[in-house]
């Protein structure tokens, strides 16, 4: 497989009270292949949302990119672009779809215009192909009667049109990579089953690779190839998913586990981490996850790396090197 | 188990007076709705959105008026109450929200928030209202000195005890529960439902617990009523719902239940297109436009399926007996 992106020791800084600063994304690195997909899953707070963003340059003043931080998209050193250089990346090589597609539309332009915006902008046709283009994008992210679909605006469509349509504008730039942040949290479980069931076609049709970000396990499950669990600004477990399920290893990817309600298995009272996320600028001491974490042991105030657990498998706890110190919960 | 509230045909349709006066159809929220819930018992509705499962919980507590049918609390019909009557049954029927953040006074400490409602119903003389709140604050897991904080100070998951707290100061016998884990992280999320599953025992709380999560239901409902576009589709008690679905929606709700299990891969049903919309419902079965039944026919699309038993459960399908289950369900039906 060829690795497209390479990301490493990546670090987003606010900030803070009088001259300090802190950091919501605090030494991530992951690869990415063609036509893979890695989740990126985490709760509120934990850097996912600021690590995608962060590909692009899009971190939000006054926030900034650390120097150190590596973002290599095949030969190309996206940190040290500017301007015109990272316009031509942005979205031609790199696609995101955000959560909420409404807020990313523009609500005065038909649907067919702001496809064939998209796609005048990356590739030199004329606007009677670019439509003809744009006809074939709503066909594949499966909206039903797509000519007649190219004449509506943002909000006769529904909320799941509204991603599909999202979705089409990312493909008209043929991105290597699509980002998708928390593509279908906003969505019924139904019509996430769709845009999900969509997500996975382009991949395999198109080799493209999917950074997928979510706080939900299960639409992760039998869909991402990689598994990388991100708790207070770090990657704190990762495997190749059917791993990471098997063997949830990290004491804060049990607690994520044993917190899901299941809708089979026998019914058993939920047992939820205790406490909850701590604030990017009190990121706690040693192991980030020590004082919520029924495992803790000595060691732990102390800062793990990411350890070892089984071949692909590696986690930020020195319970890998360690496995009989903490109490078992 | 005796029923305390029992609601029989409710409707709520919302008219909306239309672009230069133009008459628009009303969109048909709640179409004809009844359901029983039981002392100390939790009836889930569920559905997705549009399915009209908030306006039922608004309607019977009169936070919107009816457009017909009646709620019976205890005997006495809620529709029909006047102002006194109606402010002693708030009472003993609560609200708590998805936001309790939109629903507390962001310039009241949690405190007074709390006590509210002991002062306005006269639950307590005034010295002994702080030990009230204070117990009120424990009961849910918080510390008691919150209360001289406000609400911006506090996560989502605390505001969320703040509310249930709130719904608690005026002894309660019933609560909806509108969504309120929805906006919650998945590791609070399961605290709260803990917390209520928690106070439902001690109290011997009633709920109506609405939600469009199939699995965080299974955590606390005893019955499940699902609705589609403004009606119960099929009821059930938790596990016989979950295990034998006869409505062909349940069955694509179920399936649709993202598992956080790889190995337990479940035959995914995907429905063709969107909701219809509610202000003008497909003729017959409402899901018709959508279902994947193989026995699908003329009949759904013209005679309305009414509630029927069905094994263990009610449905509204005229087909039901062989609806198919997820596994059963091939890739060319769908």
Known sequence: MTRLLEAANLRVSFPGAGNSRFYPVDGVSFSLERGEMLALVGESGCGKSLTSLALLQLIPSPGRIESGSVIRLGETDVLALKGEELRRIRGRRIGMIFQDPMTSLNPVFTVGAQIVEGILAHFKVSSAEARQRALQLLQEVGIPDPAERLKSYPHQLSGGMRQRVMIAIALAAEPEILVADEPTTALDVTVQAQILEVLDSLRTRRGMA???????????????????????????????????????????????????????????RLNPIRGSVPAPAAWPTGCRFRPRCPQAFDRSETEPPLLPVEPEHRMRCWLAEEPNQGRRP | MTSLLSVRDLVKYYTAGGLFGRATPPVRAVDGVS??????????????????????????????????????????????????????????????????????????????????????????ARPEIPGRVAALLE????????????????????????????????????????????????????????????????????????????????????????????????????????????????????????????????????????????????????????????????RCRTEIPVLRPVETTVAACHYAESTPRPAEVSVAQM
């Open chain 1, 210 to 268: 999917v950074l997928l970000i979510t706080h939900d396990l299960g639409i992760v499950a039998g869909r991402a190839d990689r598994v990388a669990v991100m708790y207070a600004g770090q990657i704190v477990e990762e495997a190749a998913t059917p791993r990471l399920f098997a063997n949830p290893s990290h004491p804060y990817t049990q607690g994520l586990f044993a917190s899901v309600p299941r809708i089979t298995g026998p019914l058993k």
């Open chain 2, 139 to 298: 009961e849910v897991g918080l510390d008691p000195t919150y209360a001289r904080r406000y609400p911006h100070e506090f996560s989502g998951g605390q505001r969320q005890r703040i509310g249930i707290a709130r719904a608690l100061a005026v002894q309660p016998a019933f609560i909806v529960c509108d969504e309120p884990v929805s906006a919650l992280d998945v590791s609070v999320q399961a605290q709260v439902l803990n917390l209520l599953s928690d106070l439902q025992r001690q109290r011997g709380l009633s709920y109506l617990f609405i939600a469009h999560d199939l699995a965080v239901v299974r955590q606390i409902a005893h019955r499940i009523a699902v609705m589609y576009l403004g009606r119960i589709v099929e009821e059930g008690p938790t596990d016989q719902l979950l295990a034998n679905p006869r409505h062909p929606y349940t069955v694509a709700l179920l399936s649709a239940v993202p598992e956080p299990d790889p190995a337990a891969r479940r035959a995914r049903i995907v429905l063709s297109g969107d909701l219809p919309s509610p202000s003008s419902p497909p003729p017959g079965c409402h899901f018709h436009t959508r279902c994947f039944h193989p026995m699908k026919s003329d």
């Open chain 2, 35 to 124: 359901f029983d819930v039981g002392r100390g018992e939790t009836l889930a509705l569920v559905g997705e959105s549009g399915c009209g499962k908030s306006s039922v919980g608004r309607t019977i507590l009169r936070l919107q008026e009816p457009t017909s049918g009646e709620a019976l609390y205890e005997g006495k019909d809620v529709f029909s109450l006047d102002r006194t009557e109606l402010r002693q049954l708030r009472r003993r029927m609560q609200i708590i929200f998805q936001d309790p953040y939109s629903s507390l006074n962001p310039r009241m400490t949690v405190g007074a928030a709390i006590a509210e409602g002991i002062e306005i119903h006269r639950l307590a």
